[in-house]
């Protein structure tokens, strides 16, 4: 009895090992409602502000709207499965059901416009996300982040009132 209960206990461990290992790449990385890819958009040129445009003035960085995406694409490939899915949201006037990628605790106040203001990239705290077909997170924000770059860029390290609610 006992051998085989350890050889189950084995067993069990490998399968949940290898199901952590095939979920890897994918973490944080959600299969999105239409498969958009900034590294195909980044590669012909659009720039982050022409899709993100509140991120200069406002907390949120924003996201495009269905009418937005079919500016270009009721000319560029509409004939694309990928695209025939615009349709259905601007006839219904649907928004995207875009899955969050990166995301603070409600506690924590983030704001992207002093941020933008100071000269600090996207790519400084999202990574290279022209490069990316799927969007991931690869560093996760920890309180850490927030206050080695406020350290070394001379901004506020005092939590409540800057960082905190
Ligand atoms: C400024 C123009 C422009 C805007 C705005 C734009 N796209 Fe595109 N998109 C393109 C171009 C150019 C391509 C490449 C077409 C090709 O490969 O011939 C493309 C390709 C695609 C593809 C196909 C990628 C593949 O797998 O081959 C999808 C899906 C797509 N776009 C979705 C979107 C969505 C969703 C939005 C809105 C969030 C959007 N696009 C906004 C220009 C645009
Ligand atoms: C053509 C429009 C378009 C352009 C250009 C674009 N994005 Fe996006 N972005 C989107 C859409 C649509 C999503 C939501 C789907 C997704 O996550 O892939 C998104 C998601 C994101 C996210 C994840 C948001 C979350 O849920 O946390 C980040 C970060 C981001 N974009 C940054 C950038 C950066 C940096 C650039 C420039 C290199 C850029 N984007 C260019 C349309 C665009
Ligand atoms: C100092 C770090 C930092 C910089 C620089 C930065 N972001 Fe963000 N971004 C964040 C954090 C943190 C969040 C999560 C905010 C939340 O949970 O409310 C976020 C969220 C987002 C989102 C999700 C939707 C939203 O509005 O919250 C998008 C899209 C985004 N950023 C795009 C951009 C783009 C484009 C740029 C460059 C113009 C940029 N970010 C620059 C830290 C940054
Ligand atoms: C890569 C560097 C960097 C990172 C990472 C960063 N910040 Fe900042 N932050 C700055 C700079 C630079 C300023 C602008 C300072 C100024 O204008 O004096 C700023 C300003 C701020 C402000 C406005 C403070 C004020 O003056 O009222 C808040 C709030 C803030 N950051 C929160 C955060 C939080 C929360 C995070 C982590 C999720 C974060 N920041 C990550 C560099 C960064």
Redesign the pocket.
């Known amino acids: 009895m006992r051998p085989l209960a350890l050889i189950v206990a084995l067993l069990f461990g490998a399968f949940l090992w290898l199901y952590y290992l095939q979920d890897l790449p994918f973490r944080n990385a959600p299969q999105?409602a239409i498969s958009?890819s900034?590294q195909i958009?980044?590669e012909r040129g659009?720039?982050?502000a022409?899709?993100?445009m509140d991120a200069p003035r406002s907390t949120f960085?924003g996201?495009?709207s269905v009418l937005k995406?079919l500016g270009c694409h009721r000319i560029v490939i509409p004939q694309y499965p990928e695209i025939q899915k615009l349709h259905v949201y601007w006839n219904t006037q649907t928004p995207i059901p875009?899955?969050?990628?990166?995301?603070v605790p409600d506690y924590v106040r983030f704001n992207h416009q002093p941020h933008i203001a100071a000269g600090v990239q996207?790519?400084t705290c999202?990574g290279s996300?022209?490069s990316m077909d799927?969007?991931r997170q690869r560093v996760a924000f920890r309180m850490e982040t927030c206050i080695t770059c406020h350290r070394a860029m001379n901004a506020r390290t005092d939590c409540f009132g800057a960082c905190h609610h």
């Open positions: 999105q958009f900034h958009h980044y659009i720039q982050c022409y899709c993100h960085a996201m495009p995406c875009w899955k969050r990628v990166f995301w996207c790519q999202h996300i022209g799927r969007v």
